[in-house]
């Protein structure tokens, strides 16, 4: 089994083209490290299997999370994740939405901060115009913010930067088989 679990929501596909993203600068990154599940086919128990989640969600309408995760949000409260890591990203849309720009960061961030996780892969708000989200802390987004709606052509390098910053974040250097030149 690979240490990390990467769970996703998605209504429109948006969310799966990025967990595609992912997962090709991962198999570049760090292999075999990663396995995939969407959380409208998964049970949320499967979580507590992992060392370490990446967690997908876009922001819908005004500030509220995606369908399957408001589906499953109260079963969250059941899980213990004292000792878990969680990495979130997001999607949203700064221009048209920009009170509630990437709210399912926040949402979901002070969520599995309750039930015990500890939340890694905080990025800068710099380069993004928004007025407000739930998914900013101390100046810094709760997760990876995207906006392929009106940012697209920055989406692959802020994933390729913060797979790097999760690398190093998650420890995954122990895992990684050494190079033999």
Not at 16 to 31: K, N
Not at 52 to 78: R, V
Not at 126 to 148: C, H, I
Request: hydrophobic residues 40%; aromatic residues 12%; negative net charge.
């Amino acid at each position: 089994m690979t240490p990390i679990g990467l769970f996703y929501g998605s209504n429109t596909d948006y969310t799966r083209l990025v967990v595609d993203q992912i997962i090709e600068e991962f198999e570049l990154v760090a292999p075999n490290l990663l396995t995939i599940h969407n959380v409208a086919k998964t049970p949320l128990d499967k979580m507590l299997t992992y060392d370490f989640l990446i967690i997908g969600c876009p922001t819908w309408n005004i500030g509220q999370l995606q369908d399957d995760w408001d589906n499953h949000f109260l079963e969250l409260d059941s899980l213990h994740l004292v000792g878990k890591q969680i990495a979130i990203f997001g999607l949203g849309d700064q221009y048209g939405y920009p009170e509630s720009f990437c709210d399912a960061i926040g949402i979901l961030g002070r969520k599995f901060i309750a039930q015990g996780a500890e939340l890694v892969g905080y990025t800068s708000t710099n380069g993004y115009e928004f007025s407000y989200s739930a998914g900013v802390e101390d100046d810094r987004f709760m997760g990876l913010a995207l906006d392929d709606e009106n940012d697209s052509e920055a989406t692959p390098d802020r994933i390729s930067e913060w797979i790097w910053q999760l690398v190093d974040e998650f420890d995954l250097v122990r895992f990684l088989e050494p190079i033999v030149g």
